[in-house]
T-cell receptor, first 116, second 109 residues
Framework: DTGVSQNPRHKITKRGQNVTFRCDPISEHNRLYWYRQTLGQGPEFLTYFQNEAQLEKSRLLSDRFSAERPKGSFSTLEIQRTEQGDSAMYLC??????????????FGSGTRLTVV | EDQVTQSPEALRLQEGESSSLNCSYTVSGLRGLFWYRQDPGKGPEFLFTLYSAGEEKEKERLKATLTKKESFLHITAPKPEDSATYLCAVQSGNTPLVFGKGTRLSVIA
């Protein structure tokens, strides 16, 4: 297993267009998380899945954002009608649901979105 | 609501000049406090998990400590390759990690 994989690494889109990102987690991990990070800020939680069930969504996740994790494997994050304020690094992470010791999350390298 | 505050925002050190980074937190029932390292353009990389006050963890030139209100990341005799952003995060119960804004560390040769 090569860790958490995110594609694409970079995406430039025009305002108003739709974009979709993909995340392939570590195969043994049953939890998958999406975070957003802007310059000079820490990662902000967006949503997470346990297997295929979406268990929590942040207030940051407007109705233009939708995430799926079909069959509990890879996940996609779609942003509709992109706005310039959506420009950020979108990070995916995965973990086991409950482990001791707790190693936290394994993050991917992120998808950098630029809305022009 | 869980909160994490990191200080300073940025820190510039000469190679070999030891220092500490601070992470203050408020959380309802700490399950773990996490330190991550993040290099530019990359995702955070796990460093340590601390579970209870008094606990300490070490890795090479890094040492993390935990009290009931804050955690410190001590960097002893840093090298230029230690330059990165260091992120602190907390978890209460089974909720998603809550991150601070990070400390940008620059180590000058």
């Amino acid at each position: 297993d090569t860790g958490v994989s995110q594609n694409p690494r970079h995406k430039i889109t025009k305002r108003g267009q739709n974009v979709t990102f993909r995340c392939d987690p570590i195969s043994e991990h049953n939890r998958l998380y999406w975070y957003r990070q802007t310059l000079g800020q820490g990662p902000e939680f967006l949503t997470y899945f346990q297997n295929e069930a979406q268990l929590e969504k942040s207030r940051l996740l407007s109705d233009r954002f939708s995430a799926e994790r079909p069959k509990g494997s890879f996940s996609t994050l779609e942003i509709q009608r992109t706005e310039q304020g959506d420009s950020a690094m979108y990070l995916c992470a995965s973990s086991f649901s409950m482990t001791v010791p707790n190693y936290g999350y394994t993050f991917g390298s992120g998808t950098r979105l630029t809305v022009v | 609501e869980d909160q994490v505050t990191q200080s300073p925002e940025a820190l510039r050190l000469q190679e070999g000049e030891s220092s500490s980074l601070n992470c203050s937190y408020t959380v309802s029932g700490l399950r773990g406090l996490f330190w991550y390292r993040q290099d530019p353009g990359k995702g955070p990389e796990f460093l340590f998990t601390l579970y209870s006050a008094g606990e300490e963890k070490e890795k090479e030139r890094l040492k993390a400590t935990l009290t009931k209100k804050e955690s410190f990341l001590h960097i002893t005799a840093p090298k230029p390759e230690d330059s990165a952003t260091y992120l602190c995060a907390v978890q209460s119960g089974n909720t998603p990690l809550v991150f601070g804004k990070g400390t940008r560390l620059s180590v000058i040769a």
